[in-house]
Every structure is written in C-alpha cells, then in structure tokens.
C-alpha cells in the first residue's frame, strides 16, 4: 500500500510564498512521476508541475512555482512564490509508483492541502 502524505498550506497575502510537501511511503519499488495538482471552486482539477525524468510547469505558474525532490526521501518539494489569488485551491499531491515490477504502476493521490491567497 502507498501513502502520500502532504503538508504545507496556509493562508497568505498576495505576493507571498509557500512550501509544499509530499511524501511517498509504503511498498514503492521505483517513482514515476510525481508532482502537484490544484483544484479552486467551480473549477476541473489541473496539473500544476510534474516532475518525471524532466519538470513541466503549467504555463500559469512558470516562473513562480519550483518543483524538486529528493529521492532519498521519496519527496517533492513544491515552491511557489508570488503569489496571486488565482492560485487559491486545494492543491493535491499526484504520484505515478510502481509497487514491484509484476504488479505495474499506480496512481496516488494526497488528501489535499488548502491554499488561499489574500488580495
């Protein structure tokens, strides 16, 4: 079984900063991808960084947002600086892991942690 556990959000003026974590744990034999998606109100689900053999940033966030990780520690790091209302949600951790080399590769979500953004 694989657990992402994220931490992270809060609450923060315009032009502020925010770190989020997650961490994988449990049976994980190799990561595939892993990276952050956010969810505001009314609105689908996106993709906001993906970090795979290389990072990919959602144009809104390019510039803004960092995506790193730490394989020892089976961890993205999500950085996201200046930033703008429009970046209120739920931002959910997303991980592509494969549990052993029969059993093929999964998908995980968080929990989900909230980010609000003051103007």
């Known amino acids: 079984q694989v657990q992402l556990v994220e931490s992270g959000g809060g609450l923060v003026q315009a032009g502020g900063s925010l770190r989020l974590s997650c961490a994988a744990s449990?049976?994980?034999?190799?990561?595939?991808?892993m990276g952050w998606y956010r969810q505001a109100p009314g609105k689908q689900r996106e993709s906001v960084a993906t970090?795979?053999?290389?990072?990919n940033y959602a144009d809104s966030v390019k510039g803004r947002f960092t995506l790193s990780r730490d394989n020892a520690k089976n961890t993205v790091y999500l950085q996201m600086n200046s930033l703008k209302p429009e970046d209120t949600g739920v931002y959910y951790c997303?991980?592509?892991?494969?549990?052993?080399?029969?059993?093929?590769?999964?998908?995980?979500w968080g929990q989900g942690t909230q980010v609000t953004v003051s103007s």
């Open positions: 970090i795979t053999s290389s990072t």
């Open positions: 449990g049976k994980i034999f190799s990561i595939n991808a």
């Open positions: 997303n991980a592509v892991i494969m549990a052993n080399p029969i059993s093929g590769r999964g998908t995980y």
